[in-house]
């Protein structure tokens, strides 16, 4: 009964590659989202969805692609995989009002060789 | 510039004492505060949160302060166990419809027996 499963958990490419990392929550949140956890354990966002619609795009390069298909669903697709992207990348999602905590994923560690 | 900034030395202590890790804040004007607890490999789980007009929350073993003016949170743990060893999240929540989490580094808690 895994509440946010991101897949793969591991996941190592060449450069120049192009990647995805699918999420689904079963929780029935209403907001999901991307962050982005470098080796110095900074966790990042990088996008957030409600209901399927864009709601925050940080300053990502364009590279980066989110892609909800609906609201228990938020993918990240990634082009021309470069040796900076590697890192570990958390989907997590919240019930979209304020004042709750977000539950997250276990993580995709990903590997840019 | 916005920065939030936790201890980034491990805290080392020995079982059964009380645990205190700080949070303090820069240019930011949170609505609320949150904490998670993060294990190697894993994804951050929420502990605890904190609204600006709160001053204390507890939850069992787990005490939380806000103090806006000194803008600084102080996150305790009671009785502290070799379990309780983990990395420890602060994150600021500005409330309106910014719908992000704004991440400190973390501290490292290690519990001795």
């Known amino acids: 009964d895994t509440a946010v499963s991101q897949t793969p958990k591991y996941l190592v490419t060449q450069m120049g590659n192009d990647k995805s990392i699918k999420c689904e929550q079963n929780l029935g949140h209403d907001t999901m989202y991307w962050y982005k956890q470098d080796s110095k354990k900074f966790l990042k966002i990088m996008f957030s969805y409600n209901n399927k619609e864009l709601i925050i795009n940080e300053t990502v390069p364009n590279r980066f692609s989110p892609k909800s298909p609906d609201k228990a669903h938020l993918n990240l697709h990634i082009n021309s995989l470069e040796l900076g992207d590697s890192a570990v990348y958390f989907c997590a999602s919240s019930r979209g009002e304020f004042g709750y905590g977000y539950t997250f994923g276990s993580g995709t560690r990903l590997t840019v060789v | 510039s916005q920065k939030i900034e936790q201890n980034s030395e491990a805290l080392n202590i020995q079982e059964g004492k009380t645990a205190t890790l700080t949070c303090n804040y820069t240019n930011y004007s949170p609505a609320y505060l949150q904490w998670y607890r993060q294990d190697p490999g894993r994804g951050p789980v929420f502990l605890l949160l904190i609204r600006e007009n709160e001053k204390e929350k507890r939850k069992e073993r787990l005490k939380v302060t806000f103090d806006t003016t000194l803008k600084q949170s102080l996150f305790h743990i009671t009785a502290s166990q070799p379990a309780d060893s983990a990395t420890y999240l602060c994150?600021?929540?500005?409330?309106?419809?910014?719908?992000?989490?704004?991440f400190g580094q973390g501290t490292t808690l290690q519990v001795k027996p």
């Open positions: 994150a600021l929540d500005q409330g309106g419809n910014t719908g992000k989490l704004i």
